[in-house]
């Protein structure tokens, strides 16, 4: 009555999904466990044990939350704010207005700022508002998936702490492909996912709060709103002694974050970054070689995520349709603004490679030319082997 | 600096995980999908219509929820309560209290209606209840985890519609066991999960909505505390014609239940239900030939998950213990007041069957032999060959 599933291939290559490491996918084959078996306990201390290695953190309250990153996302919100708590969020792109959107759900009074799709969030302008709002909590994305800006974060991070409020940094994009350094930078709150540079499928958000955000938690008035995502209950099961239910975790799901996180770790975080700039620069360059320009200021690049502008006379939904159809590759579309105006290539975790590179940069190259585009031939390909070969 | 993988062999009668259909682990190899990819959309469109061939619904607004089964509970009480509504909840166990709890922290003024664990909620109380606060939404639990209740659900259905409230059936542990038909019993909202009698790991909570509940969303005044779980927006993505983006979903866990989903309907339902109450028949016969009473009220016990009593002078913690270190046999123990009181004996989905019934039974005899219950060699074996026999 319904076909045995069968799933076309693909190159991954838009702002997530990635593709699935091979391991990542054969370790869920594993059995189920009860959610309190001695041996799966285990393997829930060990994915938190490698978790906060790739988080770069000491903070106790890390751990999967059961769902995708906007779950992450409102477990972080919902868990610090409450009814009538000041929050400034940085918004220069669509999950920045996603955070606002939250928090105002969560009784926060949220005062926004904003800074142009393409680039950073200025830290003067973020200081200001928190000059003058005295908030809570201090909240933006350290890579925006809809822009591809990496987001500095050191000088706000410090504004912030001067003025005693939390900060909260998505790192929804950045994990296990670029830095994020929580203990070192200070940041309080911190969550992404697994389908991205973690190579893992997605269904889980990696979280963590530091001592201050716990304390924070702790001392709260008013319930948190929601009970699936109320992290002291989440605490009880991953970390109490007592180890009390709270929901039947999903085992396959742990079980993927666990290898994806090993085989972060075997590379090795600081290659891993290093790989995903590599293949981001020589992608660029092709990239320009053949007219698409970056709409991500220079120097605040995520190399996870690039965003290129799409020429004139260029209609964006044929391209990507074409690139599905003729060569099997999924790039992002735009979101937000950026819809029919920007492509989004992902370069992230098993996706970011050589191959992928100049694949796509070859498929783009003839749309281009089959759509009428003045381009030598080859030259997206000839740019982007001279990076390879300078690195 | 972390080995690999190993999931110790386990034979899963608790309360949930139960054993992973094989077919159903393989198909979570299958690669990663864009979340807006036409194939992939295909594999959601089969999965919602399957959903609803198992439900028993013509609902439109039937989705997996990015979640586990305590998500769905809360998707399903956060979208239709406003602070201040009125909600009639139905105790009889820990999930009921729990369904109060989360309606509580969406604003709901809660009225609780208790009846004993292991007991039905009797109609008539509920009548009582739902007469003098004239509810928006009276809810209940369908297959009571804690105590193995099944509730008859029929005269409070038919006493909530009479006094215009809509009604929810939490079926987390019916589905797939048991007859759940939304449409002819008129169930306003359900939902349920994919690790006890679908027979998939844990991730998802499959949902369903009728279209007086659709209403009560569409007419609220406030909006959803919850962005994840809010409805109107998964609608967006899950059924409108643009597929609206509102999170990443997880492709192997909706990969896992579309395989799961298509298990249940070539068994056929009615099959599968008849073979849980077989197996649970036989267990029960067993049990209770060497005295372990069942904790559940004769005429409403639900068959996959059997409550016995623990008998005097046995050790709750030191028979599970044993069970799973001689036998690699996992139980569930007693939750909330049937901790150290009870035992929780599920036979869900693949690992109801008769080797598992045999199995446990040889097992729980043993061992009551070796600490010092008169009991005779088989006899539990026996008595569950005979149901088996005359079925």
Redesign the interface.
């Known amino acids: 009555?319904?076909d045995e599933?069968i799933?076309?291939?693909?190159v991954?290559l838009?702002p997530?999904?990635?593709?699935?490491n091979a391991r990542v996918?054969?370790?869920?084959?594993?059995?189920?466990?009860?959610?309190?078996?001695?041996?799966?306990v285990h393997?829930m201390d060990?994915t938190v044990?490698?978790l906060r290695r790739v988080f770069g953190t000491q903070n106790r309250l890390t751990l999967p939350v059961?769902?995708?990153?906007?779950?992450g996302?409102?477990a972080a919100l919902a868990n610090i704010i409450e009814p009538g708590d000041a929050v400034v969020v940085g918004i220069n792109g669509y999950f920045g207005e996603?955070i606002a959107?939250?928090a105002r759900?969560?009784g926060g009074t949220v005062t926004t700022l904003h800074a142009d799709w393409g680039t950073p969030l200025p830290a003067e302008k973020m200081a200001e508002a928190i000059a003058k709002t005295a908030p809570k909590l201090v909240a933006l994305v350290h890579a925006e998936t809809s822009t591809g800006i990496l987001q500095p974060l050191e000088d706000i991070i410090q504004i912030a702490h001067e003025h005693d409020a939390l900060f909260l940094a998505d790192c929804v994009t950045s994990l296990g492909g670029q830095p994020v350094d929580l203990d070192a930078r200070g940041i309080d709150i911190a969550y992404s996912?697994t389908?991205k540079c973690l190579a893992a499928?997605?269904?889980l958000s990696p979280i963590s709060f530091s001592e201050r955000a716990v304390a924070a938690i702790r001392h709260r008035k008013t319930?948190?709103?929601?009970?699936?995502l109320d992290m002291t209950l989440l605490e009880n099961y991953w970390h109490g002694s007592a180890r009390r239910?709270?929901?039947?975790?999903?085992?396959?799901?742990i079980?993927?974050l666990?290898?994806a996180l090993?085989v972060v770790?075997e590379e090795g975080t600081y290659a891993r970054y290093k790989r995903h700039e590599n293949n981001a620069r020589a992608l660029l360059a092709g990239a320009k070689a053949i007219g698409l320009e970056p709409a991500a200021a220079e120097g605040y690049r995520a190399p996870m995520l690039t965003t290129l502008r799409i020429p004139e006379g260029i209609d964006d939904a044929t391209i990507r349709k074409r690139l599905?159809e003729d060569y099997g590759i999924?790039i992002g579309?735009g979101?937000g603004i950026f819809a029919g105006k920007a492509w989004r290539i992902g370069l992230m975790g098993e996706s970011s490679n050589e191959r992928n590179v100049m694949l796509v940069l070859t498929a783009l190259e003839k749309l281009l030319i089959a759509f009428g585009h003045a381009v030598e031939p080859g030259s997206a390909v000839h740019a982007a082997a001279q990076v390879y070969a300078d690195r």
Chains 1, 2 share one sequence.
């Open positions: 009555m319904y599933l799933a076309p291939p693909r991954l838009g997530g999904p990635s593709e699935a996918l054969k370790a869920m084959t594993t059995p189920m466990l009860g959610y309190l078996d001695t041996e799966f393997i060990d044990a490698l059961s769902g995708t990153g906007t779950a996302m409102e996603r959107e939250i759900r969560c996912c389908q499928p997605p269904g319930p948190i709103q929601s009970f699936y239910y709270h929901h039947t975790v999903s085992m396959s799901l079980y993927a666990r290898e090993r770790l599905i999924e579309a979101l």
